[in-house]
């Protein structure tokens, strides 16, 4: 994009006076951010009109990704790189004595997802518009995104995140294109105005959502997509009748109601969703979103709906938004007087949809009861869709009544969200080969055989421009100065880097490289709360959601076996480590909080013992994130992906880290197979039973834990320290957590994650790491071989794949 530093800085100078009334000296740095943001925006604007006009023009084919969630992080510094304009801006900034980093942190995060499903559609976004497709995002404009943790006295706190308290500079509110979503009512059936007889409903809710555009702005080319954001409010502001009939306090609750359909994000990752206010969230933004995808289609093509897949296709990210596939029925039923078999059929070939879970907690279910008071015209469509299936399903398992009432979309009181999905969309997807492998023979094992043609994979990337570019700008140029550009726009170049593995230079570079994140990482945490990090010392990183599959607490009964060992023998002398981890856990999930207050509680212990000196640090980094990630991540040695083999989907930040050239140390679980295949086995650590051992297992009923206790003391010992006041005087905080791997809670069985029988295994693989980074250069080689080999992770080979096999794009070049 043109860049004109006079202009620009004319701009920033006319926004402080009129936003703020102030000139430079006056401006504080969230000012500047604000200014900045909006100056750049300016500069953006002319391209995003203009890939919006050349998409209606061209009548081409777009895609919708509809998702309950983006997690896109800070916008300032990716839509500088990404529009080319960065050097230019900082030119401007340095001239008036300021320094991009020190407003870059003025932003907050747009936190609005709760992990791996949400950053996954952020660096979607990245990649479509990148690559030129036409692909837009639909979701919801939450007033508060994922919770700020803070940890007190070990135990993690929630505060509200009001990411929107100053303006958020880079969106564009859209009032003129406000649209009504109904809840509640009674069916009627009758005769409408122009003589049709139809259902309709009377006495429904009103909501008005009002959309918030945000501009999505390729690399290295003009398209500038839009991900839309839907804000509830009610229709009537506040209720001026209620107030006169002196009910105040009614005409707020009205209000009120309305606007907490976007109030808040659920936390919940990979849990239980039985919320009601969820439910209305999620046909809150679906129907907004086909209301407004029907609107522009009519306008431009008329009411020939079966020409409606031509033009669009939408994908369903998980089962969040799987109730758009009844609306769609009900609003060309119901408002545009389509037949029932032409509604299906535009429904089937419109929506595809991506599974991202096979944990049976994470699998949505609503009661009948709530869907059917919410939205009772939906419920019926999803009825008679039921009714329909039912009856195919008789006749594909005509002896077989599990089958029959298992696979119905509503059973046992319930409609199961991901049943609906696969009966009508034309492609289902899982998110890496184990993972889709896993869907296919486990756990859609008969949805594979009535409907094999949908079933495919499509491996989950993350976009390099913001986890390598914008993240390690070090490690983007040691790259450039060695392969040139291009990598940029095609990870597979990295491939290159492969040639300078015996190159003395390139490795010293590396590892210094390496060392600067490290001082630079070690710097944040020193300000944003008072750790001390040894940069000499291993950083060994696990940082994702805190979920018990995820198995955080291998990682900490591994560094207590260490800190015993190091106590126990003074002549033991391993190489320098720092244990960093980064996680949130659902605000209801008490195990998981209870496994932080234990990484905090070791980490106290372990910090504070002289007998450790230096060996052993363990730091836990408050209120994870997508920018604490960028800093983390170039930062870190190994990458802890040691998940229960068969319950990671598949992982994303295990294709952040490898690109930043950390070493992988994990199970056989999700893309982690992919990444050791791409990387070489002896690049990584790989560890554990596999997935199949653990479906034998699983099926045998034959897992016998107390084995693995009374075959190693040292194991024995660490989890027996999780009560006998090691931890915790009291005794009782990390009871729950003793008893789930000891003798199984809550009629569960015991170590259902198998944290016992992998230990060893964990421990072996561990003592393998810390003798690999005794050789540093061995290890730098190790790292380089990594980031050459990561090209297969960029979010850019995920779209081409979606875009072949799935939506069918043309690119549109924006001139
Ligand atoms: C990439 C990312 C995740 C996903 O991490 P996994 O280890 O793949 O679960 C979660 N949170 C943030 C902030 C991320 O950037």
Redesign the pocket.
């Given at each position: 994009m043109k860049f004109d530093a006079e202009e620009f800085k004319a701009n920033l100078t006319a926004r402080l006076r009129r936003q703020y009334g102030k000139d430079f000296s006056q401006a504080t740095k969230h000012d500047l951010f604000d200014a900045v943001s909006a100056s750049a925006l300016e500069i953006i604007m002319p391209n995003w009109m203009e890939t919006r006009r050349e998409y209606e023009a061209k009548e081409t084919r777009q895609l919708y990704y509809l998702s309950a969630e983006f997690?896109m992080?800070r916008a300032l510094s990716n839509n500088l790189i990404n529009s080319g304009i960065m050097e230019g801006v900082k030119g401007v900034l340095k001239e008036l004595n300021v320094n991009i980093d020190m407003i870059e942190d003025e932003e907050p995060d747009a936190g609005l997802g709760?992990?791996?499903l949400g950053?996954l559609a952020a660096c979607f976004l990245d990649s479509l518009a990148t690559l030129e497709y036409p692909g837009h995002g639909y979701g919801i404009r939450y007033e508060y995104g994922m919770f700020e943790q803070h940890i007190i006295d070990g135990q993690q706190v929630e505060f509200p995140d009001n990411w929107l308290k100053h303006r958020d500079p880079w969106e564009v509110k859209r009032s003129d294109l406000s649209v009504t979503v109904r809840f509640g009512g009674d069916i009627k059936y009758g005769k409408t105005p122009d003589g049709q007889d139809r259902f309709y409903i009377e006495n429904a809710e009103e909501i008005i959502a009002t959309p918030y555009d945000m501009p999505v702005v390729g690399f290295g080319c003009n398209t500038v997509n839009t991900l839309r954001l839907w804000q509830a409010s009610s229709p009537n502001g506040f209720d001026l009748q209620l107030f006169n009939d002196s009910q105040y306090q009614r005409a707020v609750e009205r209000q009120n109601n309305a606007e907490n359909i976007s109030r808040v994000l659920y936390p919940n990752d990979n849990g239980p969703m039985g919320k009601e206010l969820r439910l209305r969230q999620q046909y809150f933004f679906t129907s907004a979103s086909l209301q407004d995808l029907i609107r522009q289609f009519v306008i431009q093509h008329g009411t020939d709906f079966s020409q409606f897949p031509k033009y669009h296709v939408i994908q369903l990210n998980d089962t969040h938004p799987v109730v758009a596939i009844p609306e769609l029925m009900r609003i060309l039923i119901d408002e545009y007087n389509v037949g029932w078999d032409n509604a299906w059929s535009v429904v089937q070939k419109t929506f595809a949809y991506t599974n991202h879970t096979i944990l049976a907690e994470a699998l949505e279910k609503w009661p009948i009861e709530i869907f059917q008071r919410l939205l009772p015209r939906v419920y019926q469509i999803v009825e008679e869709i039921n009714r329909r299936f039912v009856i195919e399903l008789r006749q594909k398992f005509p002896e077989d009544y599990y089958n029959q009432n298992h696979m119905a979309i509503i059973h046992d009181g319930k409609v199961y969200m991901a049943w609906l999905a696969i009966h009508s969309c034309f492609s289902v997807n899982g998110v890496a080969e184990l993972h889709t492998k896993i869907l296919k023979e486990q756990e859609l094992k008969n949805w594979a055989v009535i409907y094999p043609e949908k079933f495919n994979n499509k491996t989950n990337g993350?976009t390099q421009r913001r986890w390598l570019l914008c993240s390690n700008p070090e490690l983007a140029e040691f790259i450039t100065k060695r392969i040139g550009h291009g990598w940029e726009k095609d990870l597979s170049l990295l491939k290159g880097l492969e040639k300078f593995a015996d190159d003395d230079a390139t490795l010293e570079e590396l590892i210094s490289i390496k060392h600067h994140n490290k001082e630079r990482l070690a710097e944040y945490l020193k300000h944003a709360q008072n750790e001390f990090l040894d940069p000499d010392s291993i950083f060994d990183t696990q940082?994702?959601?805190l979920h018990e599959y995820?198995r955080q607490l291998l990682n900490v009964l591994h560094i207590m076996y260490l800190y015993n060992k190091i106590v126990e023998d003074p002549t033991y002398n391993p190489p320098a480590r720092t244990f960093i981890f980064g996680a949130k856990a659902a605000s209801g999930y008490r195990r998981a909080k209870a496994i932080i207050k234990l990484i905090n509680s070791v980490a106290d212990r372990v910090n504070n013992d002289r007998r450790v000196g230096g060996k052993l640090r363990v730091v836990f980094v408050e209120n994870?994130?997508?920018s604490?990630?960028e800093k983390i991540i170039p930062a870190s040695d190994v990458s802890e992906?040691i998940s229960t083999a068969g319950y990671?989907a598949?992982?994303?930040?295990?294709m952040?880290f490898m690109m930043n050239g950390a070493l992988t140390l994990g199970t056989l679980d999700g893309a982690n197979i992919e990444i050791v295949e791409e990387a070489g086995q002896e690049n990584a650590f790989i560890f554990g039973l596999t997935s199949d051992e653990i479906i034998k297992i699983n099926e045998e009923h034959s897992y016998n834990p107390q084995k693995y206790l009374d075959r190693s003391p040292a194991l024995a010992k660490v989890v027996r320290q999780l009560v006998d006041g090691t931890y915790d005087s009291t005794g009782h905080l990390f009871e729950e957590i003793h008893n789930s791997l000891v003798y199984g809670v809550e009629g569960q069985r015991a170590d259902i994650y198998y944290i016992l029988a992998d230990f060893d295994a964990y421990v072996k693989a561990q003592e393998k790491v810390a003798a690999a980074y005794a050789d540093k250069k061995g290890w730098a080689r190790k790292a380089l071989l990594n980031i050459a080999n990561s090209g297969k992770f960029s979010s850019d080979r995920t779209i081409e794949d979606y875009v072949r096999d799935i939506w069918k794009l043309q690119k549109v070049n924006i001139k």
């Open positions: 997690l992080g709760n992990g791996g950053r993350v940082v994702k959601r995820k994870y994130r997508v604490v990630a992906q990671e598949s992982g994303t930040s295990n952040k």
